[in-house]
């Protein structure tokens, strides 16, 4: 996965340095396609998507060997689940940190589960959220809405807003944003305790 994404780098320099879509090259790879697909519908850089895209290029890889895949890759996760599962958020100083999670039903999934901050990790963040959790029919999806919805939010009187536009992009089901002592969720989405 990784090797296809460097080999397009190199062959359109933009797609590793764009903060928002860009026009795409035709026969890409399915995985940069689902990156500039992702970064259209969110309004943000395909490799915004990268994380997610990797997560899922990876567990569909492996699907026939297994009935129950999870991938984590930094935040962002691709799942296929048999059982229940709790998913815990990890949100900086927040404390709602480690103590809340996202119930996933096995019906649900296939899915991408994404997270994105501007206090935790090294990503580039133009928001101030401690964590945007974003649940998507797929995982580039879900890394590029979460990070373009965590570039909206300044202050907790953008949380609501923020979530309402990650709800409004097409396969999104689910949003939650965490700022200091403030979250907001809506959509399909189940909390769980966890602390």
């Known amino acids: 996965a990784r090797s296809q994404i460097r080999n397009h780098i190199a062959l359109q320099h933009d797609f590793l340095t764009a903060l928002s879509p860009i026009k795409r090259l035709d026969g890409s790879p399915a995985i940069v396609e689902s990156m500039y697909r992702a970064a259209e519908m969110a309004g943000v850089?395909?490799?915004?998507?990268?994380?997610?895209?990797?997560?899922e290029w990876v567990g569909r890889t492996i699907l026939e060997m297994?009935?129950?895949i999870i991938v984590e890759n930094g935040g962002d996760i691709w799942l296929r689940l048999k059982?229940?599962?709790?998913i815990g958020l990890y949100a900086g100083r927040s404390q709602f940190s480690s103590k809340i999670g996202i119930m996933v039903k096995p019906e649900h999934t296939p899915m991408g589960i994404c997270t994105s901050s501007a206090t935790v990790g090294h990503s580039m963040s133009f928001g101030k959220a401690d964590a945007v959790t974003i649940c998507a029919t797929d995982a580039a999806l879900a890394d590029a809405v979460a990070t373009e919805t965590c570039n909206r939010i300044q202050s907790e009187d953008d949380l609501t807003a923020a979530i309402r536009?990650?709800?409004?992009?097409?396969?999104v089901n689910g949003a939650l944003a965490i700022l200091g002592d403030k979250i907001a969720a809506m959509g399909e989405i189940e909390l769980a305790n966890t602390g």
Do not use: N
Request: hydrophobic share 60%; proline share 8%.
């Open 66 to 68: 297994s009935e129950e």
């Open 45 to 55: 850089g395909p490799m915004a998507a990268v994380a997610g895209a990797i997560a």
């Open 165 to 171: 536009f990650a709800l409004s992009i097409e396969g």
């Open 83 to 86: 059982a229940p599962a709790v």
